[in-house]
């Protein structure tokens, strides 16, 4: 038992509950020894619960509540253990990450259903080399989420914002609410600009990894219901845990987390036919692009460049995928949409060309170019040509969409202060549509009628927090808030 000064400076430590069975003690305290000689700290009930306590299990709630996440020892007694389940429950219910660590049997007679998804550490055969690689995750995953909280106006780049290693975790998102009329506080980040670093909620100026990911559902109040309503999905990076790729129906309804990895996932955009996504997936000194099947969640490596890569999307034929890529600056490149034949589609000296979307026809690319926040739109045909300037009264951070309707939307502003403006292909038109919500972030719907977006709940805070996903008509009108949750929904893409 540990004396009331230990205890108390551990629980001021970013530390880890255990889950495990009673007949596993003997593996447990090695473990524990093991991860806190190597630096992690770890709260077990055995040194934390005062024997006969009547509150022992509040007290186990709280534990779990403030940790980092939950280590849970897999074995055949733990998975008939009904307090191992239990504190498994609490703690995705509380958006905690998991981390299975099996330590006998095996997956058939150790791992719990809920759990069978999860990469999970084995230390049947490799018991040293387990535990360096779990030290590692835990170690990362902790570094992820003190920057988060530590960022108070993070530049678009997951480690969570999401974790360079990061670890993050499994939850059960909270309901998405609904609302008629409400005055948002905005953003969408895009974070496709460092590309080599992690992305980090939209916070001001801008926008803005394998998996073998847990998909739930949860069941939301669809928006109001008026004539011509909007259809199809929208793909975001949602921060549960960390840098997540999450799905809604445009109406608000059918909430899905589609990824739940030990590394950030986030800059999704869904395929032609709505049934995969391209996303990007951090590693720590570089990204990569993979795809994700949004049925089951299984997902595949496209890429191997170990580069800074991002904005990734899928032509309307569904034949190449268009990225940007780091190389001194961004370019624009673009590969076959099995992720072959990588090459360069094009790219200026000194300045960076990025965040490009095709056009409905997927004849023209329409991109950003110039450098840091300050950018401007140009067209080109993707077979050839020379770069149009789109409007020169522009200045954007560069993520922005283009209509089958004929129109382009995007954002700009200052800090905290961005807004909504579509423009005709050549440039004239231009109208504001969002003000005063710092909405950023745009996609139109299939149909082109819509457009989602980010925006702050909390604008006059400037709470980093508050960014959630909607959608308005593309003149700004009928605005609806599909998520409503304690963490950052962002980068959203709509397709169908």
Known sequence: MQSAEERDLRMNTPYFFMSYSREDTAKQRRIIRELRERGVEIW????????????????????????????????????????????????????????????????????????????????????????????????????????????????????????????????????????????????????????????????????????????????????????????????????????????????GSGWRRLTDSALASFNASLTPDGKTAVYVVNYGDYTEIHELNVNNGKSKQLTDFKKGVGAPEVSPDNRYILFHYRASNLQLWYMNRDGSSPQEWYSVSGKDVHDGTWSPDGSQILFALGKGENNQLYIMDFNSGTPRLVNDTIDTRGRSDWSPLDLIAFDQGGPFAHEIFTMNLDGSGLIQITHGTNAQGVSFSPDGKWIAFTAYTNVADKDLKSCEIFIMRTDGSDVRQLTDNNYCDYQPRWGN
């Open 44 to 251: 077990v009930d055995v040194e934390n619960l005062t024997p006969g306590t009547p509150t022992w299990e509040r007290e186990i709630e709280r534990a779990i509540r403030e940790a980092m996440g939950i280590i849970v020892l897999l074995s055949p007694e733990s998975n008939n253990s009904e307090w191992v389940r239990r504190e498994i429950s609490f703690g995705e219910q509380h958006r905690k990450r998991i981390f299975p660590v099996l330590i006998e049997g095996d997956d058939h007679t150790s791992t719990p259903l809920r759990l069978a998804s999860h990469q999970r550490v084995d230390l049947r055969t490799r018991f040293e080399a387990g535990l360096d690689e779990l030290a590692d995750a835990l170690k990362n995953y902790i570094g992820v989420k003190q920057e988060i909280a530590e960022q108070s106006q993070p530049v678009f780049v997951k480690a969570k914002s999401k974790p360079p290693a990061n670890l993050k975790k499994l939850v059960v998102p909270a309901l998405i609410g609904l609302m008629g009329m409400l005055i948002i506080g905005g953003a969408l980040a895009v974070w496709n600009r460092l590309a080599v670093e992690t992305p980090t909620p939209p916070p001001v100026t801008t926008e803005a990894p394998l998996v073998e990911p847990l998909i739930t559902d949860t069941a939301t109040a669809p928006a109001v219901i008026t004539a011509d309503e909007p259809a199809g999905r929208i793909i975001f990076t949602c921060e549960i845990e960390g840098s997540e790729v999450c799905i809604i129906n445009a109406d």
